[in-house]
């Protein structure tokens, strides 16, 4: 009897063994495998995050569901305790939309993923412009919609004052969410610098202006300022040559986003510093003019109106593993520019691979 029962506690502990083995991420458990199988073949794996350093990981992307929100394939819970901001201002969480482009600042604890920061960011924010053709600008930037975020495209009229979030892709920028908003006479453009075949520097279809000293042909910066009788005066310069949460993440997964295909891809920090660095850069000449004008996409000014200082700033601030590749379509809940209900779940199936 004795043998009896030491065989039969045996034989339990070696099925518990296995059953705890193939718990891993089966079934939409939510847990993600400890292995270096970070993303391959669109699993939606990514390896264990629990306590990943002091600060946590950085998702970056796009929205694409709620329930808490979506990025990346990866559902991130938000609470009241969740520091949400919104182009640099504190904000709710029912300000965040289905297609907004996020830095999420988070953390991974038994499988659930728990956001301590959020960041939207518009990439465009001004008065709508039609084109000949009618589509649309702001500050020169034209405006194509994203041709994989659900939903339709919102009625648009000119001057309408919007903010837009969205990404660049071949120097073309695609629209992932168009929003109203209150307007309080400021613009913003970040967009790529591009170095014409005849030598001209321009940022959004527009000369880019002289006050631009250090500058790189295809880096990303931003541009921002305030609209006057005179014309779009530029009073802040952005450039954009650290990552987010430099100091605080060890780890980020980052969306590669394109008309085609949207790819998840995980990388270090040293590496994934070296992926917003302009390959074969050519730096623009400093120009040596007192004359410098602070308008952007207008004729010059009036002579009376040109002193106004701006402010120039910058943020401070991947051996990449292989990308969680998918199809688009394959994260179909919420619409164009849905906002998020509520923190619990609002219904929909999650994206692929979880």
Same mark, same amino acid.
């Given at each position: &009897?004795?043998?009896?029962?030491?065989?039969? !506690?045996?034989?339990?502990?070696?099925?518990?063994?296995?059953?705890?083995?193939?718990?891993?991420?089966?079934?939409?458990?939510?847990?993600?495998s400890d292995s270096d199988e970070r993303g391959m073949g669109g699993t939606g794996k990514y390896a264990n995050s629990d306590d990943r350093g002091i600060g946590g990981t950085a998702v970056i992307g796009t929205i694409t569901a709620f329930g808490s929100i979506w990025v990346n394939g990866l559902e991130i819970e938000f609470s009241h305790d969740t520091d949400i901001k919104m182009d640099g201002q504190n904000t709710k969480g029912s300000s965040l939309r289905v297609g907004q482009q996020v830095q999420v600042l988070a953390s991974q604890k038994s499988g659930t993923w728990q956001a301590k920061t959020i960041l939207i960011d518009? %990439?465009? !924010?001004?008065?709508?412009?039609?084109? $000949?053709?009618?589509?649309?600008?702001?500050?020169?930037?034209?405006? &194509?919609?994203?041709?994989?975020?659900?939903?339709?495209w919102p009625k648009l009229t000119q001057d309408d004052y919007v903010k837009v979030s969205g990404y660049f892709d071949s120097n073309v920028f695609y629209a992932t969410d168009i929003v109203a908003a209150n307007d309080d006479n400021?613009?913003? !453009? %970040? $967009?790529?610098?591009?170095? %014409?075949?005849?030598?001209?520097?321009?940022?959004?279809?527009? $000369?880019?202006? $002289?006050?631009?000293?250090?500058?790189? %042909?295809? =880096?990303?910066?931003?541009?921002?300022?305030?609209?006057? =009788?005179y014309g779009n005066r530029l009073t802040r310069i952005y450039y954009h040559r650290d990552i987010p949460f430099s100091n605080q993440s060890t780890h980020y997964i980052v969306e590669k986003r394109s008309p085609q295909f949207s790819e998840s891809v995980e990388y270090s920090p040293s590496t994934f510093r070296k992926t917003i660095e302009p390959q074969n850069a050519i730096k623009r000449e400093q120009l040596d003019t007192p004359s410098r004008s602070s308008f952007f996409n207008e004729a010059t000014p009036q002579q009376n109106d040109r002193s106004n200082p701006f402010e120039q700033w910058s943020n401070g601030g991947f051996s990449p593993s292989q990308g969680n590749r998918d199809p688009f379509g394959q994260s179909p809940n919420g619409t164009f520019g849905d906002h998020s209900p509520s923190r619990s779940h609002s219904g929909g199936q999650p994206p692929r691979g979880r």
């Open positions: &009897m004795t043998k009896l029962i030491a065989a039969l !506690v045996i034989f339990i502990t070696c099925v518990s063994l296995l059953w705890a083995h193939d718990d891993r991420g089966i079934g939409g458990t939510g847990k993600y518009h %990439s465009l !924010v001004g008065r709508l412009k039609q084109n $000949a053709d009618q589509t649309w600008n702001i500050q020169g930037v034209n405006i &194509m919609k994203d041709p994989n975020i659900p939903g339709s400021t613009w913003k !453009v %970040s $967009a790529p610098i591009v170095l %014409s075949k005849n030598d001209k520097w321009t940022i959004g279809n527009n $000369a880019l202006p $002289a006050d631009v000293l250090d500058a790189k %042909s295809g =880096e990303i910066i931003t541009l921002a300022g305030v609209y006057t =009788e």
